[in-house]
């Protein structure tokens, strides 16, 4: 909860309002509300299960990496990186380390990962942590029609 303010400020830079609007929070009340919610499912594995990205030289919280579910028993990786800090190669860093180690402990042989096509950091993330494409085209992304790659990841 101590992180509050900060991920309510990472949350409305405009590289987290052009991806992935629906994680934006406009007040940290909001934010707290939202911690409340996803600290109260560590422990199971019914999702989402959201863990901070912090840059140990200075404790600064950048960002975070998420296992979701999605339709059919399967879990979809989710990250940010607070735009003040992209470039840094802490999005691959956090991946690298986070999708065995979650993979092991959900009982899972795949994750997928989904974005937007025109999110090319994204994408280039994906590709050097190991996922291979398997769609590109239109498809639902935050409920809206549009242009999606579709990535999967195995143990």
């Known amino acids: 909860m101590d992180m509050a303010q900060t991920v309510q400020k990472n949350s409305v830079d405009e590289d987290n309002k052009r991806f992935v609007p629906d994680e934006v929070w406009e007040t940290v009340e909001e934010v707290e509300e939202t911690l409340e919610f996803l600290i109260s499912q560590y422990g199971s594995f019914e999702g989402p299960l959201v863990y901070p990205i912090i840059v140990k030289e200075n404790n600064d919280n950048v960002g975070y990496v998420q296992l979701v579910p999605i339709e059919d028993g399967k879990w979809e990786i989710g990250y940010h990186i ?73 143990l």
């Open 82 to 154: 607070a735009k003040r800090c992209t470039g840094n190669g802490y999005a691959t860093e956090a991946l690298r380390a986070f999708l065995p180690v979650i993979a092991k402990a959900a009982n899972l042989t795949e994750i997928y990962g989904i974005c937007l096509a025109e999110n090319n950091a994204s994408c280039a993330v994906m590709i050097k942590c190991g996922f291979t494409n398997v769609y590109s085209g239109m498809g639902l992304y935050q409920g809206t029609d549009r242009e999606i790659i579709k990535n999967v990841w195995k």
